[in-house]
């Protein structure tokens, strides 16, 4: 199986679920996009179908596992190979105390042979490909060394594939949003890795805003992974299928988008029992930068959890952005 990681949306907690996803799979239909994290716990016992299914429209999609035991990990792969993923990431990079508290995350970068432990379990077991999202480095580890080691060790049990988060992540000190913006950015340690273990495929992650700027980055590794620019600018999205997999079929305008969602919108609040915040929230954005857009947020913000709010309800809060302000501020 192949998966193109050319230029993917980062997993994000409380974002990237699966109605974000499908919002925007309606702008790129070739960016990899990531479920949240989900921990190995939450699948083999709270119910793996409420945490694993998706809409087939997703794909390609890649599921985020969190964990430290090889054999609760391999279990989860088993469980998710029902479900097709293209693709199953281990999380060595998040820094929050609950994920500290389960010793997994972040601070699975302090030990590099637990970490080659539990991704040659999963990949003796998963069918999917098995990656590695991980930091530059923790607290006061020396930088591209121990980043260095810390890889070679994880591709010696099998993985060739890692997400590097330019950033070190503090376990002590700062919090997850802080850990985000304070530590600086390295991107130059992600370009040495790439350059001193050329048989790896290295994608590069962390304060990505442009794709100008991911044009740039690809010229010295092998994807770009976008963050919090793809949740609160997602039509930063649209150009990506042109630009960098060669599609040239017409990116939906973000009306177009929009009018896309009402059926899936439709759908679930017919057969999941779902308000149309659920939903909606992820969309919040769309309109960044445009004329209306303020104006687009407060509607849906204040009528989308109010019972019956439903497709009409959106339809609303589009009529408030013209596609003729969107197009002369986008132009």
């Known amino acids: 199986m192949t998966v193109n990681r050319r230029i993917s949306v980062a997993p994000m907690m409380d974002w990237t679920d699966r109605h974000d996803r499908y919002f925007l799979r309606q702008i790129s239909q070739h960016a990899l996009l990531y479920t949240e994290m989900v921990t190995t716990g ?72 637990v970490v080659a432990n539990c991704v040659k379990a999963m990949i003796d077991t998963s069918e999917a490909p098995v990656t590695v999202k991980n930091r530059i480095g923790i607290d006061n580890q020396e930088d591209y ?26 376990l002590n000190g700062l919090s997850p949003k802080e850990n985000r913006e304070v530590p600086p950015l390295k991107y130059e340690l992600v370009y040495q890795l790439k350059q001193e273990l050329p048989e790896l495929e290295i994608l590069i992650n962390g304060g ?47 009306h177009q988008v929009v009018e896309a969602m009402l059926p899936y919108i439709d759908e679930h609040l017919k057969s999941d029992n779902g308000t149309l915040g659920h939903v909606t929230r992820h969309m919040l954005g769309l309109f960044q930068h445009m004329r209306g857009a303020k104006q687009w947020r407060r509607y849906l913000s204040e009528n989308a959890h109010r019972k019956g709010a439903g497709v009409d309800t959106v339809r609303e809060a589009l009529a408030l952005v013209s596609e003729e302000d969107a197009k002369a501020l986008s132009a």
């Open 42 to 113: 939450a699948i083999i016992h709270g119910g793996a179908e409420r945490h694993l299914r998706y809409d087939a429209a997703e794909h390609p999609i890649a599921l985020q596992l969190g964990g430290s035991n090889p054999d609760d990990l391999a279990r989860a792969c088993d469980i998710a190979n029902n479900y097709a993923y293209d693709e199953i990431n281990l999380n060595c990079g998040c820094p929050s105390d609950r994920v500290q508290n389960g010793a997994f995350g972040a601070c699975l970068m302090a030990t590099p042979d």
């Open 145 to 170: 060394p121990s980043l260095k080691r810390f890889v070679e060790t994880v591709a010696d049990a099998g993985c060739r594939t890692f997400i590097v988060h330019a950033r070190k992540a503090w």
């Open 208 to 254: 990505i805003k442009t794709l100008d700027e991911t044009e740039e980055h690809l010229k010295e590794v092998d994807g770009v992974m976008i963050g919090r620019e793809a949740y609160q600018n997602p039509y930063v999205l649209s150009d990506v299928d042109r630009r960098f997999y060669g599609d040239d079929t017409p990116a939906l305008s973000r």
